[in-house]
């Protein structure tokens, strides 16, 4: 079992729309989470950290973490086509000398 | 934003020979990364250092090595590149505190003909 699975997509949405993206993780002691956004031949950049449980806002996007069924989202409300990439969602694991977790990324197409 | 830097962007170069990517990075953190990953596929995690003097293998065995002498600097070397080590590499650094958010540099494209 994969420490970190994520639906692979291609997920598509209307301009506009919510995005709703979803991983689970495999350890239940995780204690870090992470969401990246890579285009395309770039490398990852940061969207959002959560380490509690609930809900973390911030612009356009909100990460929600349920540590009990271990599970992470990633909401983009409004949707735009520059959200288009694929999101990698990461964990952090103590239990393993603070090693990332990343897994293969859900790829989002925002369509016009 | 982060300040992470990897040369050459770019590399083509023949099987058998020896090559370096470098990285390096200005934020003082203590933690670097070196992840593989080919186009479409997950990130491995090749090396990785808590600071200098320690290095550490992934879970990926590239047949390379890594040096860490200067906290900013994390090069890594592969002594005789192959067709099968064609991927993009990229390096990443964390701080040491409880945050420990990875931020990466842009990545280095090499070819191995």
């Known amino acids: 079992q994969k420490e970190v699975e994520q639906n692979s997509g291609p997920l598509s949405v209307p301009e506009g729309a919510i995005a709703s993206l979803n991983c689970t993780y495999s350890d239940r002691v995780s204690q870090s989470f992470f969401w990246y956004r890579q285009y395309s031949g770039k490398s990852p950049e940061l969207i959002m950290s959560i380490y509690s449980n609930g809900d973390k806002e911030d612009g356009r996007f909100t990460a929600q973490l349920n540590k009990a069924s271990q599970y992470v989202s990633l909401l983009i409300r409004d949707s735009q086509p520059s959200d288009s990439a694929t999101y990698l969602c990461a964990v952090k694991n103590w239990n393993t000398g603070n090693q990332f977790y990343f897994g293969t990324g859900t790829s989002l197409t925002v369509i016009p | 934003e982060a300040d992470i830097y990897q040369t050459p962007r770019y590399l083509v170069i023949g099987t058998g020979k020896k090559i370096t990517l470098e990285c390096s990075q200005t934020?003082?953190?203590?933690?670097m990364y070196w992840y593989q990953q080919d186009p479409g596929m997950e990130l491995h995690l090749i090396h990785y250092s808590y600071g200098v003097n320690s290095t550490e293998k992934g879970d990926l065995s590239s047949e390379s090595t890594v040096s860490r002498i200067r906290t900013e600097h994390f090069p890594l070397t592969l002594e005789s590149a192959r067709p099968s080590h064609t991927s993009q590499y990229l390096c990443a650094s964390s701080d040491a505190g409880d945050l420990d958010t990875q931020y990466f540099g842009p990545g280095t494209r090499l070819t191995v003909l």
């Open positions: 934020m003082g953190h203590d933690k």
